[in-house]
Structures are given as C-alpha cells and as structure tokens.
C-alpha cells in the first residue's frame, strides 16, 4: 500500500478517534446532569416521604377523632336530655313558687283588711285620746292657774308681812323665794324641758375625754347633768343657791345636790378633790373679777389632768350678742370665746379649745351661694353656744 494510502487511513482514524472523543465528552456531561437529576429526585422523593408520613399521622389522629365522636355524640345527647329534665323541673318548680305566692298574696290581702280594721280602730282611740288629752290640758291649766294665784297669794302675804315689818332679812328671803321660783319658770320656758336638756347633755358627753371618777357642776339648776353622769356610774355632785331649781332635781331622784354658794363650795373643797369639773351657762352671770376668783377656785380643786367643760352664749352670733342674751336679765356681758381661751391659759390650764355649738337649723338660713348669703348666716344663724374644754 502506498504512502498515501496508508495516510489517508492514518487520517480516518485520527477522525474517527476525535469523533469518538467528543461522543464520550458528552456521554460524560449527559451523566453528570442525569446524576444531578436522580440526586434531585431522591431529596423530592424523601421530602414526600415526610409529607405522607405527616399525613399519615394526622389520618390516624382524624381516625381516633373519628372513633370517639359517637361516645361524645352519646355524652351530649344525654346532657341535653338532662337539660331539658331540668328546664321541666324548672318549668314545675316556677308553677309552684307562682302558686305559692298566689297563696302569700292571698295571706297579705287578708292582713291588709285586718290591719285596715285596727287602723280604723286606732284612729278612733287616737280620736277619743285626744279628746281627753284636751280635756287634760284645760284641766292642768285651771289647776296651774290655782297654783299660781295660790303662789301669788302667798308672795302676797309675804309682801304685806315685809310691809308691816320691814327688817332687811324679811327682805332678803321674799327677794330671793321669789328670784328662785322665778327663775325656775324662765329656764323652763326659755332654756327648755328637763328631758329636753337631758338629750343635749348626751351630746354634751363626748368632750369627756376619759370616765371621771368624781365631778362637780357648779350652777346645777335642776341637776340633768349630775342625773346623766350618776346613771354612768360617776360620783357626781352639782352646786347651786336656786332652792325651787334644786327642789325639781330632787324630786326626780337625783342625789348629791347641794345648796350652796358655788364660791363658798369650793373653798371649803379640798385640793385636787375632782377630774371633771363642769359650769354650763353660769360665767356670763359673774362680774369679771370674781370669774377669774371662780377659775382659780376651780384649777384648785382639780386633780391634775382633769377636765373643765364651761358653756355660755357665743356673741359671735349677732342674734344672740344683741337680742337673745339679754332674755335673761341676771346676764352681765357677753364673753367672746377668744377671751376665755385666753383667760384660762393665763390661769394655768392647758389644751384649751372653743367648740362651737347649738347652731340655727337650716331652714331659717338665707338660700344661695353668694358671699352676702353666706356671711349673713355666720353672723346671724351660727352657733348659737360655745363650749370651752380645758385640762386643769
């Protein structure tokens, strides 16, 4: 064979061998992308893996789910039966209850008429007690008549006996029998009833700090404060000259009343002999000088600590500074609480305090919010009294 030849299939190879080399090149890249595929396919097949099993649990949770329904269809159909059971029973007990107070209603009607019947019959007794009670009354007043002209009689017979013999005892003693009876029927008539006092002395009690054991009310009058104190146990005395006032205690049963001058009293009266140690509505009868001989008598007498409760009318109110003070004709002067603050610091008491007390009620203040209404009713419908407390 010629050199030609033997080229030209030298050639043929060299082709066939490159054409080879390209096939398995891409055989090759064929592979990898195939291998890619299948490693592709193995993360989808495992990723549904997953998801099946996933839902294989969750048909298995629906299956147990599934399985136990009709025992809670069971539950519920026998609570709903018991519901309704009940709803009947209520149903019964309503129609029960309703008869029952159908039977109450009938009950209260009846005791309605009847008591209807009694009121009707009280009204008739209050009819015919208040007949009587008006007979009574113009019974009491030609009785109070009698005894007045009967007193009037006697103050008569005194009188024409001071005429004929007129000595300054004979004097002293028709002036003073006289005052006394008369200054009874004033405190009556403008101070008010002994029950009615009585009911403001209770209120009267909460300046009183601690339970004394023994006190003293000097100017006593009829004694309804040593009556309240002795009903709570305290040895309580009171002092007073009025003989007809003292007379009217005595007779309610009140104990330990003494006649006597309240200056005299209380000098006779060992030291540090009480721990309460009262004058209600007595300072503003006292000239100055023997008030402050009245204080020091009494820090004299009082054990150390003891309570001093001392009232009178409070001139801060008009009212009482210009009219009402002077109902009471043996009043002096008006005593600001300011100044009896400061008299009873100077003798030597201490934690002194002015309470203001016994105001007007409020009807008879002026209505509405302006300045002028309510500086009007301060000094015109204010407390009417003031209480001054101090330990001695």
Not at 30 to 45: P, T
Not at 336 to 364: D, Q, T
């Amino acid at each position: 064979m010629s050199f030609f030849g033997r080229l030209r299939i030298f050639l043929k190879n060299i082709i066939y061998i490159i054409s080879t080399t390209e096939q398995v090149y891409t055989t090759k890249k064929e592979l990898g992308h195939q291998k890619e595929e299948i490693e592709r396919l193995k993360k989808l097949l495992e990723n549904h893996n997953i998801y099946i099993n996933s839902h294989t649990d969750q048909l298995q949770a629906f299956r147990q789910t599934m399985q136990e329904y009709p025992a809670k269809f069971t539950q519920l159909g026998e609570a709903h039966t018991a519901l309704k059971e009940r709803y009947e029973k209520s149903q019964e007990d309503t129609k029960e209850q309703h008869r029952k107070l159908q039977q109450e209603n009938a009950k209260l009607q009846q005791e309605h008429a009847k008591f209807q019947t009694l009121l009707s019959g009280f009204q008739k007794q209050l009819k015919h007690y208040e007949e009587i009670h008006t007979q009574t009354e113009h019974a009491m007043y030609h009785f109070v008549q009698k005894q007045l002209l009967s007193q009037s009689l006697l103050y008569h017979d005194k009188l024409e006996a001071l005429i004929e013999k007129p000595t300054l005892q004979n004097a002293n003693d028709f002036t003073k029998e006289y005052l006394d009876s008369y200054y009874l029927s004033f405190e009556d008539k403008f101070r008010g009833s002994r029950d009615s006092i009585l009911k403001r002395y209770e209120e009267y009690y909460r300046f009183v700090e601690k339970t004394p054991q023994k006190s003293l009310d000097i100017g006593c009058g009829r004694g309804e404060w040593v009556e309240l104190l002795q009903a709570k146990g305290i040895d309580a005395h009171g002092v007073d000259l009025n003989s007809a006032m003292l007379q009217v205690g005595k007779d309610a049963g009140i104990d330990n009343l003494h006649e006597a001058d309240a200056f005299a009293f209380l000098e006779a009266a060992p030291a540090h002999s009480y721990d309460l140690i009262t004058a209600y509505h007595i300072i503003e009868h006292i000239p100055f000088e023997k008030l402050l001989l009245l204080l020091s008598q009494i820090k004299r007498v009082a054990k150390e600590g003891a309570t001093i409760l001392l009232e009178t009318p409070n001139p801060a109110n008009l009212q009482v500074a210009a009219t009402h003070f002077y109902n009471d004709p043996t009043h002096l002067n008006p005593l600001p609480s300011r100044v009896m603050e400061f008299m009873l610091e100077y003798l030597g008491f201490f934690e002194v305090k002015a309470h203001h007390i016994n105001p007007y009620a409020k009807e008879h203040h002026l209505s509405g919010e302006s300045q002028e209404s309510k500086t009007l009713n301060r000094y015109l419908y204010s407390a009417q009294d003031y209480v001054i407390t101090a330990k001695a």
